[in-house]
């Protein structure tokens, strides 16, 4: 019998990733004042990629505490050189970040951990990197009025898979961990557990 897949978030876009790659996954959202411990990290001087690993481990081991099977934990970041970018909490933040990336290239930090019984079993970090083209103001303003509160439910202001594929001159990585999930190294792993078929 295969082991119960468990998704430890409310992220819509990781679960519509595992549900087109077949995996059958239950999502629960983690009970983790993701803010308080961001801010915590960053107090420490923890550099952005070790912040995303370590949100996304808590996650997975707090749900993993209470529930049998795998428990898959993300977490994605914004770096900006040592900068970490969070989602932006309304438009006007939303405008702000996006002219600060605009001409830079800057890495998303996308964390993964598998956990079982409450111990993490399995972890992954992809980084890919973006390079945004030069925007003027009046794109930036039009950009935001189309997108509208979408933009508010992801680091930089951006969704690749729509209008944010507008904002780039270059991309480096892997698609699906721009998404927010490094999708085929965790089918990999899937598949040595026996979840998935070899």
């Not at 039009?142 to 690749?160: E, P």
């Amino acid at each position: 019998m295969s082991l119960e897949v468990t998704l430890a978030s409310g992220s819509a876009s990781r679960r519509a990733l595992l549900a087109a790659a077949g995996v059958t996954a239950q999502s629960v959202a983690p009970n983790v004042d993701e803010a308080s411990f961001r801010t915590s990290l960053r107090a420490e001087g923890v550099p952005v990629r070790d912040q995303a690993m370590q949100l996304a481990e808590l996650k997975a081991v707090r749900v993993s505490s209470a529930r049998g099977g795998l428990v898959i934990g993300g977490d994605q970041m914004l770096a900006l050189g040592n900068e970490a970018f969070d989602k932006p909490a309304d438009l006007a933040e939303a405008r702000s970040h996006l002219t600060r990336l605009s001409g830079k290239s800057h890495t998303l930090e996308t964390a993964i951990v598998v956990c079982e019984e409450g111990r993490p079993v399995w972890r992954h970090l992809a980084r890919p990197r973006l390079t945004m083209r030069h925007l003027t103001p009046e794109f930036i303003d039009g950009y935001v009025d189309r997108c509208g509160q979408s933009l508010l439910s992801t680091v930089g202001a951006y969704q690749l898979e729509s209008l944010g594929s507008q904002l780039f001159s270059s991309i480096e990585g892997d698609y699906f961990s721009i998404l927010g999930l490094p999708l085929l190294p965790l089918l990999d792993y899937l598949r040595v557990r026996k979840v998935l078929p070899q």
